[in-house]
């Protein structure tokens, strides 16, 4: 398979296929290039919620992470729900004893979209120690930033500060602070860089019930596109044009009875209809 970037995703599964490994794979396949998976819990959910979470042994983790990353050349990593401090400590050993040096993407997923925790209560300082300095981005939505830093975002500005705090107190590289959840009709990203840099990324906002999986979707196409060898700046770039239209030709389907997921396939759909 000449040509293809190998992307391995570290997260849990959803059992309704709109989030986590589901919409990794289907991202990463939809953008052309080769997933590879370790599976970190097991959920029962729909669109409606989150039923059950089962953590996968940090054993059975670190050993699917191992014989991934000793097997093929992975270029770049994107890390989704750990949900346990025994997890994080897990990744991080396996990247270690495997001395993994490419690109590595970290979603800090918290809470779903419906409002379920993703995440143990001791579970945010072992993934801030562990894994946030090895991060080449970070993309925590507002309420996962405002945990990470103890702030309360309000503003455009407010994100910027959260972002710069991360930065600095987490050791992070680069920090994209989400805005898709703040209210307005238009929705800002803001990338903050260990340099000092600021980039604003803006998009309308599409009214849609569809929006289950959007992060895990964003933080996937982003390690996809890095894989590909596009600068982070691009990355982000393409990454959200890629998620916009994923929710814009889904945003009247009607999947289940709670927030449906978006088409991740629609860039395919419109190569076959050409």
């Known amino acids: 398979m000449d040509g293809l970037k190998y992307i391995l995703t570290i997260a849990g599964s959803d059992s309704?296929?709109?989030?986590g490994i589901q919409a990794d794979i289907k991202t990463i396949f939809s953008l052309?290039?080769?997933?590879?998976?370790?599976?970190?819990?097991?959920t029962a959910q729909n669109t409606c919620g989150v039923r059950a979470i089962q953590a996968v042994d940090s054993k059975v983790l670190s050993a699917q992470i191992d014989a991934v990353l000793e097997d093929i050349p992975v270029?770049?990593?994107?890390?989704?729900?750990?949900y346990t401090k025994e997890n994080v400590v897990a990744i991080r050993d396996s990247l270690a004893r495997n001395n993994y040096r490419g690109h590595l993407v970290l979603d800090p997923v918290l809470v779903a979209t419906s409002g379920d925790m993703l995440a143990k209560a001791d579970f945010l300082q072992s993934l801030k120690a562990e894994l946030f300095p090895l991060?080449?981005?970070?993309?925590?939505?507002i309420s996962e930033a405002e945990a990470i830093s103890g702030r309360k975002i309000s503003s455009l500005d407010d994100m910027v500060e959260c972002g710069k705090q991360i930065v600095?107190?987490?050791r992070c590289k680069n920090v994209l602070v989400k805005g898709g959840h703040s209210l307005g009709d238009e929705m800002t990203d803001v990338l903050v860089s260990q340099d000092g840099t600021c980039r604003h990324f803006t998009s309308k906002k599409i009214i849609s019930e569809n929006t289950h999986g959007t992060g895990c979707t964003l933080s996937s196409a982003i390690a996809t596109y890095l894989a590909m060898g596009f600068p982070l700046e691009e990355a982000v770039a393409y990454a959200k044009d890629y998620v916009y239209n994923a929710i814009l030709v889904a945003k009247d389907a009607k999947v289940g009875h709670g927030h449906g997921s978006t088409n991740h396939f629609w860039g395919l759909e419109r190569k076959q209809n050409r």
């Open 16 to 19: 309704v296929g709109g989030a």
């Open 32 to 42: 052309g290039q080769y997933a590879a998976s370790a599976i970190t819990a097991i």
């Open 75 to 82: 270029d770049t990593i994107k890390i989704g729900m750990v």
């Open 135 to 141: 991060c080449t981005v970070l993309t925590p939505n």
């Open 168 to 170: 600095t107190e987490c």
